[in-house]
C-alpha cells in the first residue's frame, strides 16, 4: 500500500453523518424499555454504529506505542528510564497490566517501539518503529526536529490504515514511556495557555520535591521553545515525545478510515489533543476510556469535547482504560442487537414512546 501522508489523511477526514446517527438512536428508542435508560451505553452503541456501519465488531486491536524522554535528566520520574524497555519486554511476554486487561478485552495487544532507548531483535508483537533512541531534553531545546513529529504522525497514520485490510473493528490507544507525563503537561499548557502548576502532576508518584521541578522545568522548556498553539506540528516536536506522536497519527488515521478509537489516559489523551488540534472533526471518532488521576487531564478532555465513560482512579497508561471500555462498548453493541422493539415483545408503551 501506498503510503498515506498527513496532508492526504486530514483530507479523508469526514464528519459523522449525523442523519445515521438519529436513525440508529430512533431504533434504540423502540426498544422496550423506558427512552433513554441505558444511558451512556446507548451513545456507545450510537456512535459506534454510526462511525463503523457495522453492528458488531470482528478484531479489536490496542497499539501501546512506547518512547523514551531526554527530559528524564532532570529528575521529572520516580523511575529509572531502563523501565521503558523492561517494560515493553513484559508487555511482550503478556506479563503486564494491559495484557491481563486485552486478554478480558478479548483484544490484541501490539507495541510500537517509537523510540525507546534500547536496541530490540525482532520480537512477536513488537512493530520497529524507532525514530531515535529518546527525544532530546524540551528543557533545554526542541525534543524532536519536525521532520521526526511528522513521522510519528505519518506512522501512526499508517497503522490505523493497516487496520483497514486486517478486519480490525475497533481500536484503542496506549503508551509507555518514562517521563512522559512531562511533555503531555506541556503540550495541554501550550494550548490552553493554563498555568503549568495546573495542568502538571505526579505521573508514577513523584513527591513534592520533584514535583516542583517537573513545574519549573515544563515552564523552562515552554520559555525555550515557544511551542506556536496554532500548529500543532510545532507543539508536538517541540514539547512532545515520539510515542504520543504515534497515538496522534493513530487517531487521526482512525478519524480518516473511519474506525472508532478508544483513547486511553493523560498521555494518550495528550496525542488525541494533538490530533483534533490538526483536525476538529477527529473527535466524532474518539471514545475517552477514563478520568486518569492526573489534575490535568479533565483540561485535556473539555478541550477535546468528549466525556469519559469511566472513573476508576487509575493512572497506568499502556491502554488499560481502552481495554476496559473496550468491553463496555461490545455490551452496548449487544444491547442493540438483541434487546427485542415494544411490538416485537408485545410490551405496552408509556407516555414518552
Ligand atoms: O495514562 C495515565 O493517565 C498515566 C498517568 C500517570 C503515569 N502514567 C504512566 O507512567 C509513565 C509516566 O509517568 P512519569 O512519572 O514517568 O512521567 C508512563 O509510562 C505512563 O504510561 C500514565
Ligand atoms: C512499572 C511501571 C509500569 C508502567 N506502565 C506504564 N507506565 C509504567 C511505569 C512503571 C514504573
Known amino acids: 500500500m501506498q503510503p498515506i501522508d498527513l496532508a492526504r489523511a486530514l483530507d479523508l477526514i469526514l464528519p459523522v453523518d449525523p442523519a445515521r446517527l438519529v436513525e440508529v438512536q430512533a431504533r434504540i428508542n423502540r426498544q422496550a424499555k423506558p427512552k433513554g435508560s441505558l444511558g451512556r451505553m446507548e451513545e456507545l452503541a450510537r456512535r459506534y454504529v454510526a462511525i463503523s456501519g457495522r453492528e458488531d465488531i470482528r478484531k479489536k486491536v490496542i497499539f501501546t506505542f512506547a518512547g523514551d524522554h531526554g527530559v528524564v535528566a532532570e529528575g521529572v520520574s520516580a523511575f529509572p528510564p531502563e523501565v521503558t524497555p523492561q517494560m515493553v519486554h513484559n508487555f511482550l511476554e503478556g506479563g503486564a497490566a494491559i495484557n491481563a486487561l486485552a486478554r478480558?478485552?478479548?483484544?490484541?495487544v501490539i507495541v510500537v517501539d517509537m523510540g525507546v532507548?534500547?536496541?530490540?531483535?525482532?520480537?512477536?508483537?513488537?512493530?520497529?518503529?524507532?525514530?531515535?533512541?529518546?527525544?532530546?531534553?524540551?528543557?533545554?531545546?526542541?525534543?524532536?526536529?519536525?521532520?521526526?513529529?511528522?513521522?510519528?504522525?505519518?506512522?501512526?497514520?499508517?497503522?490505523?490504515?493497516?487496520?483497514?485490510?486486517?478486519?480490525?473493528?475497533?481500536?484503542?490507544?496506549?503508551?509507555?514511556?518514562?517521563?512522559?507525563?512531562?511533555?503531555?503537561?506541556?503540550?495541554?499548557?501550550?494550548?490552553?495557555?493554563?498555568?503549568?502548576?495546573?495542568?502538571?502532576?505526579?505521573g508514577t508518584g513523584i513527591d513534592d520535591p520533584a514535583l516542583q521541578r517537573k513545574i519549573d522545568v515544563i515552564r523552562r522548556g515552554l520559555e525555550i521553545n515557544r511551542p506556536d498553539p496554532s500548529?500543532?506540528?510545532?507543539?508536538?516536536?517541540?514539547?512532545?515525545?515520539?510515542?504520543?506522536?504515534?497515538?496522534?497519527?493513530?487517531?487521526?488515521?482512525?478519524?480518516?478510515?473511519?474506525?472508532?478509537?478508544?483513547?486511553?489516559?493523560?498521555?494518550?489523551?495528550?496525542?488525541?489533543?494533538?490530533?483534533?488540534?490538526?483536525?476538529?472533526?477527529?473527535?466524532?471518532?474518539?471514545?475517552m476510556a477514563h478520568r486518569s488521576v492526573e489534575i490535568g487531564h479533565g483540561h485535556m478532555l473539555e478541550r477535546i469535547g468528549q466525556k469519559p465513560l469511566l472513573d476508576l482512579e487509575m493512572r497506568l497508561g499502556e491502554g488499560t482504560g481502552a481495554a476496559l471500555v473496550m468491553s463496555l462498548i461490545e455490551a452496548a453493541l449487544r444491547t442493540y442487537r438483541e434487546i427485542l422493539t415494544f411490538d416485537e415483545a408485545g410490551v405496552a408503551r408509556g407516555n414518552d414512546q
Open 104 to 108: 478480558h478485552a478479548g483484544a490484541e
Open 117 to 202: 532507548n534500547a536496541d530490540f531483535p525482532p520480537l512477536g508483537g513488537l512493530l520497529q518503529k524507532k525514530i531515535a533512541k529518546g527525544t532530546a531534553n524540551l528543557a533545554v531545546g526542541p525534543a524532536m526536529s519536525r521532520q521526526q513529529a511528522i513521522q510519528g504522525l505519518e506512522t501512526g497514520i499508517e497503522l490505523a490504515f493497516s487496520c483497514v485490510d486486517a478486519g480490525i473493528d475497533l481500536v484503542g490507544t496506549g503508551d509507555m514511556g518514562i517521563g512522559n507525563t512531562t511533555p503531555s503537561s506541556a503540550i495541554l499548557a501550550a494550548f490552553s495557555g493554563l498555568p503549568v502548576e495546573e495542568v502538571t502532576h505526579r
Open 231 to 287: 500548529d500543532p506540528v510545532d507543539v508536538l516536536a517541540k514539547v512532545g515525545g515520539f510515542e504520543i506522536a504515534g497515538i496522534a497519527g493513530l487517531v487521526l488515521g482512525c478519524a480518516a478510515v473511519g474506525i472508532p478509537v478508544v483513547v486511553d489516559g493523560f498521555i494518550s489523551t495528550a496525542g488525541a489533543l494533538i490530533a483534533v488540534e490538526l483536525h476538529p472533526k477527529v473527535r466524532d471518532y474518539i471514545f
